[in-house]
T-cell receptor, first 113, second 115 residues
Framework: AQSVTQPDIHITVSEGASLELRCNYSYGATPYLFWYVQSPGQGLQLLLKYFSGDTLVQGIKGFEAEFKRSQSSFNLRKPSVHWSDAAEYFCAVGDLNTDKLIFGTGTRLQVFP | DADVTQTPRNRITKTGKRIMLECSQTKGHDRMYWYRQDPGLGLRLIYY???????NKGEISDGYSVSRQAQAKFSLSLESAIPNQTALYFC??????????????FGPGTRLLVL
């Protein structure tokens, strides 16, 4: 069965530091992959997605993610974190057969000044 | 995203009451979804609809029902609310493009507390 694992429940970084949020998936074919961000009290906003083509995907707010098929990973990165990036981040895989999204359990990012 | 709206944004109800959560979208998408979010569990799919005449159960549909009144409207009902249905509920719509695949767009959420 398809699944998404975000191994880090909570990450704390200092403002200006680099960030990498991990995401691993289990899927039998080439997946669609997504990263969403949820700010406190807000809905989910799409940061970026991988559908096909270049495995390094650029998103909004300075985020990028790299699809690595050999590692079944789609890690989210940002070179310099801002205090406004504090939020919860969800990785998701799109099931091509059912057109449904399967979400990870989320990683909460805390940013210290 | 203001293109997907949910009402109410917050609701408190009592065990056994019937409650309806509403979702409207102006994106013109055929596909709509209802999810619930619980701490530590991510989002789980309750129901989804690929068009007005198509309704499908998700992974946690027990205790819920839906109605797709129009392309733009998709309502979620709790026929007899129970405390473990206390959660944050999200509506989403999606489109599919040949070059970009499918992308889901989420409403702001409805926070439901069942006493």
């Amino acid at each position: 069965a398809q699944s998404v694992t975000q191994p880090d429940i909570h990450i704390t970084v200092s403002e200006g530091a680099s960030l990498e949020l991990r995401c691993n998936y289990s899927y039998g074919a080439t997946p669609y992959l997504f990263w969403y961000v949820q700010s406190p009290g807000q809905g989910l906003q799409l940061l970026l997605k991988y559908f096909s083509g270049d495995t390094l995907v650029q998103g909004i707010k300075g985020f990028e993610a790299e699809f690595k098929r050999s590692q079944s990973s789609f890690n989210l990165r940002k070179p310099s974190v801002h205090w406004s990036d504090a939020a919860e981040y969800f990785c998701a895989v799109g099931d091509l057969n059912t057109d449904k999204l399967i979400f990870g359990t989320g990683t909460r990012l805390q940013v210290f000044p | 995203d203001a293109d997907v709206t949910q009402t109410p944004r917050n609701r408190i109800t009592k065990t056994g009451k019937r409650i309806m959560l509403e979702c409207s979208q102006t994106k013109g998408h055929d596909r709509m979804y209802w999810y619930r979010q619980d701490p530590g569990l991510g989002l789980r799919l309750i129901y989804y609809s690929f068009d007005v005449k198509d309704i499908n159960k998700g992974e946690i549909s027990d205790g819920y029902s839906v109605s797709r009144q129009a392309q733009a409207k998709f309502s979620l009902s709790l026929e007899s609310a129970i405390p473990n249905q206390t959660a944050l509920y999200f509506c989403a719509t999606s489109d599919w493009t040949p070059g970009g695949g499918e992308t889901q767009y989420f409403g702001p959420g409805t926070r439901l507390l069942v006493l």
